[in-house]
């Protein structure tokens, strides 16, 4: 009995030494695997980093990883201090090493609060108050419906009397959208994303829900640009949700006998 309870201890013992040995065996792999070859300390992301991420707040996204020298990739970043106010101008992978060439100035960044503007039109922005802006829901990308209306004293500059509001331009591609102060707009993505992150604090979020205006920017042909300028100028502007699938359609312009017509 006793000899057999020893044995039993012996062999555990024995497994137990096993397990660390080749425990220790796994974990200095990599370090054997290295021990000739000249090597470099590199950046690499550890976890996904969305377009537009500061180059202040990469540090909680990356670590520092040994790699051999050949494998270290041109124009990686040593110092995340060297980067300055750059954001990261696509969305980060985990594994891939930290490059200079995927981030950009961040006055620079084309993300998603803007969208390129079509070959042959220009842009106009006007500021708008947040009821004029479907409540603040309108972002790069979508088109809208532009309703405008023009009073007595807009309509008396050309020597004609009366008002009213037309929708007078169908399906307009919204390029940009910024808060009053300038700063991009979040899509509903990233204001999702960035809230169940904990990214955003609570002064950022009452200064986005409470902004009393909003400085949108269309792409238009020229002429229609002149006349967003004097709606602007000397009327009012209203936008509508106005997606490729919307139907399109106009009373012409609507006056005080058409609205309790």
């Known amino acids: 009995m006793k000899a057999r309870l020893l044995g039993g201890i012996a062999a555990l013992v024995v497994a137990i030494i096993g397990t660390v040995l080749l425990f220790n065996y796994v974990q200095g792999a990599d370090r054997r695997a290295l021990a000739n070859t000249e090597t470099e300390d590199v950046l690499v992301v550890k976890q996904e980093v969305a377009a537009g991420t500061p180059a202040s707040q990469l540090s909680q996204y990356v670590t520092t990883k040994t790699v051999p020298r050949t494998a270290v990739a041109e124009g990686v970043v040593e110092d995340l201090g060297s980067l300055g106010s750059k954001v990261t101008a696509v969305g980060l992978k985990p594994g891939e090493q930290l490059l200079s060439s995927r981030l950009v100035d961040a006055n620079t960044f084309l993300g998603p609060a803007r969208v390129e503007v079509p070959e042959g039109l220009q842009e106009i922005t006007v500021r708008l108050s947040i009821d004029r802006v479907v409540g603040g829901k309108v972002q790069a990308g979508d088109t809208v419906g532009v309703f405008i209306s023009l009073g007595d004293g807009a309509s008396s500059a050309e020597g004609e009397g009366g008002s009213g509001t037309q929708l007078t331009f169908h399906k307009v591609l919204v390029t940009a959208v910024q808060f009053s102060s300038g700063q991009a707009a979040q899509t509903q993505g990233e204001a999702t994303q960035a809230s169940s992150k904990g990214a955003l604090n609570a002064d950022s979020q009452d200064k986005q829900t409470t902004s009393d205006s909003y400085l949108i920017t269309f792409a238009r042909n020229a002429v229609d640009a002149e ?35």
């Open 227 to 261: 006349k967003l300028v004097y709606a602007a100028e000397f009327g009012k502007i209203y936008l509508s949700k106005e997606p490729a699938s919307a139907t399109e359609g106009t009373s012409g312009v609507v006056n005080q006998t058409k609205v309790f017509r």
